[in-house]
């Protein structure tokens, strides 16, 4: 009998209206920032879109009947008339100016910008943020020289950096990588500075202090997990800059060497080329990139709405 009564009260809805608040504030954040994700569909389905992407790049070139350099010499000097997309001959996008085919051209390509995107981004945005928090820990001189390193180092052009990078150590995409890091060192620094300032003088760093943590161990354990939400959007935002910085420099020709190529390698072709006619080998190259930009960008508008404390 008071079994019974129990199990109707714990089935009741005034026991879950009742406990409703006390089980949404115990849930952890990161599992309410989980669900607030999957709740935006928009975002999820750009998870998606990106992750079709992702399989192109890795497997397209199973698909393909042509390397992404072997030229068909069968259509070379009639390029407009039969260079086109065709299943006949196996070219699914064409073929670009010199008669490679295009689809594995572009499944390079998009393998290229995706790991430029996806290794640089996080990797500069990770260096930004450790100095970011060294120098809003301890602030004074060293705070004051960091400052001063990233205000001269935004009034530098990073396309002559490129140039003069490339002009020494070559046109490979581990060079691109490197180049890319070296370039954005500043991504997420003020951001976590500003969020270390405001927590160093919080209780629970006193009390870390006081039972003899070292620095290093305050930063890394205490301070950083509060920040980490921080650096994940910023991390979001970052990649398709990355890969936008990557195609603008590749479109201008600083870009990875031939016969590799990239997606803005490929736009430039595609541009150089469109006034014949060709305009298939600027639509594919294009519509990739503007899938994998608008994919990132509503992912990191919804890691944004997920994560932003303002919004539990």
Not at 14 to 34: L, T, V
Not at 226 to 255: A, D, Q
Not at 302 to 311: H, N, Y
């Amino acid at each position: 009998m008071i079994l019974s009564a129990a199990r109707r009260r714990l089935q009741s809805r005034a026991f879950a209206e009742e406990r409703a608040p006390e089980m949404i504030a115990s849930r952890s954040f990161w599992a309410d920032a989980g669900r607030r994700f999957l709740n935006n569909r928009m975002a999820v389905f750009s998870v998606g879109m990106l992750s079709l992407l992702i399989l192109f790049s890795i497997f397209g070139n199973l698909l393909s009947r042509w390397s992404f350099e072997e030229i068909d010499w069968n259509v070379l000097g009639r390029i407009k008339e039969d260079g086109g997309p065709s299943l006949e001959n196996g070219h699914w996008f064409g073929v670009d100016e010199l008669g490679r085919d295009l689809y594995a051209r572009v499944v390079q390509g998009t393998r290229t910008s995706l790991l430029v995107g996806f290794i640089a981004g996080p990797v500069s945005v990770m260096l930004g943020a450790m100095l970011g928090a060294l120098a809003g820990y301890y602030g004074g001189r060293l705070d004051r020289t960091v400052l001063a390193a990233y205000t001269i180092w935004l009034a530098i052009p990073y396309i002559i950096f490129f140039v003069v990078w490339q002009a020494f150590f070559g046109r490979s995409m581990s060079q691109m990588i490197l180049v890319i890091i070296l370039v954005n060192w500043t991504a997420g620094l003020l951001i976590v500075r500003g969020q270390v300032m405001m927590l160093k003088n919080r209780e629970f760093v006193d009390a870390a202090r006081m039972l003899g943590m070292s620095d290093f161990k305050i930063i890394f354990r205490h301070l950083a997990p509060n920040v980490l939400w921080v650096v994940v959007i910023y991390t979001s935002i970052v990649i398709p800059e990355v890969i936008m910085m990557e195609s603008l420099v590749s479109f201008l020709g600083v870009g990875i060497q031939e016969p590799n190529t990239s997606i803005g390698a490929l736009l430039s072709q595609g541009a150089a080329t469109m006034t014949f006619g060709t305009l298939w080998q600027l639509g594919f190259p294009a519509a990739i990139f503007v899938i994998a930009q608008v994919s990132l960008f509503y992912i990191g508008d919804g890691l944004r709405d997920a994560l932003d404390p303002k919004e539990r």
